[in-house]
T-cell receptor, first 114, second 109 residues
Framework: DGGITQSPKYLFRKEGQNVTLSCEQNLNHDAMYWYRQDPGQGLRLIYYSQIVNDFQKGDIAEGYSVSREKKESFPLTVTSAQKNPTAFYLC?????????????FGEGSRLTVL | GDSVTQMEGPVTLSEEAFLTINCTYTATGYPSLFWYVQYPGEGLQLLLKATKADDKGSNKGFEATYRKETTSFHLEKGSVQVSDSAVYFCAPGYSTLTFGKGTMLLVSP
């Protein structure tokens, strides 16, 4: 089945450690996104990529890094510079062709910093 | 930048009640408009969408109409079910979507 796979679903990290969240899609979508979700705050855009080897900062990019070496993959690294990394992280993708631009989401990764 | 205002929740209803969740937005031009639903511990799923003024999106008994004059996209359902309990997000956008804070809906039997 086509879709977006995020891993791991749950992740625990000690303060000062970097951690990488995986996002893979087999929908042949050009654009991919990372959102952060905190209780009562909705979703906030971290980074997005419209094409391989190119990406843009979203509203809350500080303390995060991404890469887009393959169309199917858009990993997110949460660095030790991120002050409050505990959150639910959602990856999404979208076709940039003719259409309504809807996002397709993965199941999310919950990161907890101990 | 774009912004979205959704009514605060939780919205608590009895089964078969009528549902309205208000959504207004500010955006440049005429973005596409979406409603997404999130069940506990899961990602977001597209519920319905509208791409131009006066379009009505509908799915699973939910409806929303693109109102350009009032920049609104209110979600309605005539008769809610317990299984509709979830968090609902309104989102306008073009290449990126701006999400509201979400409205939790709780439906009791």
């Amino acid at each position: 089945d086509g879709g977006i796979t995020q891993s791991p679903k749950y992740l625990f990290r000690k303060e000062g450690q970097n951690v990488t969240l995986s996002c893979e899609q087999n929908l042949n979508h050009d654009a991919m996104y990372w959102y952060r979700q905190d209780p009562g705050q909705g979703l906030r855009l971290i980074y997005y990529s419209q094409i391989v080897n190119d990406f843009q900062k979203g509203d809350i990019a500080e303390g995060y890094s991404v890469s887009r070496e393959k169309k199917e993959s858009f990993p997110l690294t949460v660095t030790s510079a991120q002050k409050n990394p505990t959150a639910f992280y959602l990856c999404a993708s979208r076709s940039t062709g003719i259409g309504t631009g809807e996002l397709f989401f993965g199941e999310g990764s919950r990161l907890t910093v101990l | 930048g774009d912004s979205v205002t959704q009514m605060e929740g939780p919205v608590t209803l009895s089964e078969e009640a009528f549902l309205t969740i208000n959504c207004t937005y500010t955006a440049t031009g005429y973005p596409s408009l979406f409603w997404y639903v999130q069940y506990p511990g899961e990602g977001l799923q597209l519920l319905l969408k509208a791409t131009k003024a006066d379009d009505k999106g509908s799915n699973k008994g939910f409806e929303a109409t693109y109102r350009k004059e009032t920049t609104s996209f209110h979600l309605e359902k005539g008769s809610v079910q317990v299984s509709d309990s979830a968090v609902y997000f309104c989102a306008p956008g073009y290449s990126t979507l701006t999400f509201g804070k979400g409205t939790m809906l709780l439906v009791s039997p």
